[in-house]
């Protein structure tokens, strides 16, 4: 008997982790893999495309594999293929992207390209089996700040973007000036705690007449200028007091653009989603804002934030659901923007 | 023995499936298209032609390197999805072996060249020991009959010139590096030497596939997972920090690339608007140039799609060289980007290009005076905005980072 169960292979190489899992109907996730290049870009301060890119290619077929394994499946267990095809490094995602076509093609399997913040949004499904759209989601991380009103599975409307810097982009920066190392996020984060969040006002990285858009670049700016005024002066530069006012600000502008959306639309969910949303003091406030105004709030665990590959098959679900498949030119697009994207694959849908 | 060979490592796409010595099919270009688009459609295009059954297939053959770093892995990633999927083994082949391999029983030297940019080339030297003489069927039963007398390497054309010298027996060169340095070669080059034709003068995947056939019979073959391409060169984050370290230990580093004569040009060069197709190349070209402080896809897609912005692109060969951005800010020109690709600096393509993107940043925007920050140690770049008649009028402490450093704010008021 046929079974309507949908199982798809996904594949994540958008940025400096190889990952690979097995998702079965969009939400359960039978296997996530993800292998990690954090130590060796440790080493430049941040992400090196050209090695990651070579590290993806050695990567990529022991996480397929290992995520086959450890969900049980085999090739003829699985109805398509899920790869990420942009936005990102585009070197990187060359990795996914061919392995992906190649593996679909060689299987007779059909192929999904997905775009890497439907991704990150989807990772909301899988937190919680319940959650469907319209719900309003803020996705944050080193490449991506947008504020984003879901209308539907894959239905996109941006309400925000940063006009310049991304919020983990601007963590990573900080973190690099106060000596924190990379990834900034987490090292920003932990110093920030032992910090006085108000010894500093920073400017507050939205846009006057910009609606719901961001910029981080003249906090950023405004931090390394303090940083540097402290070090003129010869005075030991007091890195957690900096690190506490700088997430309080970035927090401060991403909450109350979140909740600001909320109101307007009337939209009673909220959800974040991308590297930025573990960070601790951004998922607490969010969370006693929430349960203040009654609204449910979704933040997928830690390992659902990063990059990983559970997100693309799930975005990939509801995308195959919807009938797009990707031809074997698709190719990788590191600018590829949120809207565009089933436009473009339907255009070159393969039958 | 069925084999598919890919070879993906330079300007040409090929595809081949080889029988037990026989080649059933070959598919090649050398179109501007990248191979990511158009690798799997010909081999898609050339499977459905010869009602290929991807299972009865026994290897996935695939030039391993040394080529293009991009190239190389689109190539290893496709054959590494194939042969996993198919559960059969990769066969790597060296990229310069197969080239020469297509001159099989060509008496003297064998000098295929790859241009590796960095006043470099990829090259390496063979000699065919059993010449054909028409009656035998080829020199495919044992790859011993080709012995390579300099291997692989990354070096300058001088170099290998002067081993091919040192042999002294005629050459043949083939190569999309002969092009680059066929000025050096003629310069250099005492023992008579011939360019293989233009239909045996690039990347083969026929050649690829038969060869591939000699190595799989010597059990050369890989799992799809252990393969990896080789690069013959390590990135150049890597480059710079062992350069680095050697400069702190007092050895001497590698000389920096702009102390090298700019490379001879070779094709045409146009300016010309870029578009949304030209940014993905756009943001190769300032990871290049800029390493970390390259902007971002989505950032650069974003400035050239804005209605206020005016972005112009430097091309060669279809291949963007570089790239001047300016936008209208309540009058005024502010230039975001100015970037040129390494091995093209001095050849005027950035006075070009800026003193375009002003000219017509005025026509369409109706801009006056023009501003734009500079790295207070960047002296070439100053030296091109002085030029074209900027003048600097305020510093910036501490705008750059890694490492901090001042911006210098230059002015261009009025004509220039």
């Known amino acids: 008997m046929m079974s309507n169960d949908v199982t798809l292979l996904a594949i994540e190489s958008s940025c400096d982790e190889t990952a690979a ?13 993800i292998s990690s290049q954090i130590d060796i870009h440790t080493l430049y301060g941040g992400v090196v495309p050209e090695i990651a890119s ?49 593996f679909a093609y060689s299987a007779g399997l059909p192929l999904v390209g997905v775009h890497h913040i439907d991704g990150h949004i989807s990772a909301c499904y899988i937190e919680e089996p319940s959650l469907e759209p319209p719900f309003l989601c803020l996705v944050a991380s ?83 200028n303090e940083l540097n005024r402290q070090r003129m002066a010869g005075e030991e530069p007091r890195v957690s007091d900096i690190a506490a006012s700088f997430q309080r600000a970035v927090v401060e502008v991403l ?83 949120l809207g565009t994207r089933e436009r473009r694959y339907h255009a070159g849908k393969q039958t | 023995m069925k084999i598919l060979a890919i070879d993906t490592s330079g300007l040409v796409c090929a595809v081949a499936v080889a ?8 598919y090649k270009t050398d179109h501007k298209k990248t191979h990511s688009q158009m690798l799997m459609p010909m081999l898609d295009a050339m499977a459905r032609a010869l009602d290929l059954d991807l299972h009865t297939l026994d290897a996935i053959a695939v030039a391993e390197g040394p080529g293009s770093f991009t190239g190389l892995r689109i190539g290893a990633s496709t054959a590494k999805g194939m042969a ?9 082949v060296p990229t310069l072996d197969a080239m020469a391999w297509q001159m099989s029983g060509t008496p003297g030297i064998i000098c295929p060249m790859m241009d590796a940019r960095r006043r470099q080339v990829y090259t390496a030297l063979y000699r065919f020991r059993e010449i054909c003489d028409g009656t035998d069927p080829g020199n495919r039963e044992t790859l011993r009959s080709m012995e390579t007398l300099m291997p692989a390497a990354a070096v300058p054309a001088q170099e290998v010139l002067s081993r091919i010298n040192e042999i002294g027996e005629t050459v043949t060169f083939l190569g999309d590096g002969v092009p680059v340095v066929r000025e050096i ?78 490379e001879k040009q070779l094709r045409e060069i146009v300016i010309r608007r870029m578009t949304a197709q030209d940014v993905q190349q756009g943001v190769l070209l300032e990871e290049e140039c800029l390493g970390q402080e390259a902007w971002s896809g989505t950032l650069f897609g974003d400035a050239v799609a804005r209605r206020d912005t005016l972005y112009l692109m430097a091309e060669s060969g279809g291949a963007q060289i570089g790239h001047a951005g300016i936008r209208a800010v309540c009058g005024e020109g502010e230039i975001t980007n100015v970037c040129v690709k390494p091995v093209f600096r001095r050849q005027g393509i950035g006075e070009k290009l800026l ?24 002296t070439a770049a100053a030296g091109l905005y002085e030029k074209c008649g900027f003048v600097p009028e305020g510093r910036r402490p501490g705008f750059y980072e890694r490492p901090s450093e001042d911006a210098v704010i230059y002015w261009l008021r009025g004509d220039f």
């Open chain 1, 54 to 102: 070579r590290k993806h290619v050695e990567a990529v077929v022991p996480c397929v594999e290992q995520a086959l394994r450890e969900a049980g499946v085999t090739l003829s267990g699985l109805d398509g293929v899920a790869v990420t095809c942009g936005p990102g490094l585009v070197g990187a995602l060359l990795v996914g992207v061919s392995f992906a076509k190649a």
């Open chain 2, 19 to 26: 029988e037990d010595g026989r080649i059933q099919a070959e």
């Open chain 2, 355 to 378: 003193r375009q993107l002003i000219h017509e940043g005025r026509r369409s925007f109706g801009i006056g005076d023009c501003t734009l920050e500079v790295r207070a140690g960047n």
């Open chain 2, 84 to 92: 996993f999927a198919l559960g059969i083994p990769v066969i790597p």
């Open chain 1, 255 to 337: 909450t109350e653009h979140l909740l600001a959306a909320a109101e307007e639309t009337g939209i009673r969910t909220l959800a974040i989603a991308g590297g930025v949303a573990s960070n601790s003091c951004l998922r607490e406030r969010l969370e006693t804002a929430c349960a203040e105004r009654g609204l449910t709030f979704i933040r997928p665990r830690p390992v659902l934030c990063t990059d990983n590959a559970a997100m693309i098959g799930a975005a990939g679900y509801y995308a195959y659901l919807r009938g797009v498949r990707s031809d074997l030119a698709l190719n990788a697009e590191p600018n590829l923007s």
């Open chain 2, 185 to 262: 070669i003629r310069e250099k080059c005492t023992v008579p030497y011939r360019e293989a034709p233009a239909f045996r003068c690039r990347q083969s995947a026929a050649a690829l596939a038969d060869l591939a056939g000699v190595l799989m019979a010597a059990g050369k073959g890989v799992s799809a997972a252990a393969f990896t391409p080789v690069y013959l060169r390590p990135s150049q984050a890597e480059r710079e920090a062992a350069a680095a370290a050697a400069a702190v230990s007092g050895q001497t580093a590698e000389p920096a690339e702009e102390e090298r004569e700019p």
């Open chain 1, 142 to 224: 080193g490449g991506h700040s947008h504020l984003v009103r879901v209308a539907d599975y894959g239905v996109y409307e941006i309400l925000g973007q940063t006009r310049d810097d991304a919020a983990g982009e601007a963590f990573d920066k900080v973190a690099r000036a106060l000596g924190l190392g990379y990834p900034g996020g987490p090292a920003v984060d932990r110093a920030a705690r032992e910090g006085n969040d108000t010894a500093y006002a920073f400017p507050q990285a939205k846009i006057s007449e910009g609606g719901y858009d961001f910029s981080f670049s003249g906090l950023k700016s405004a931090v390394l």
């Open chain 1, 21 to 33: 899992a097995v998702v079965r109907n969009g939400r359960e996730v039978l296997s996530d893999i």
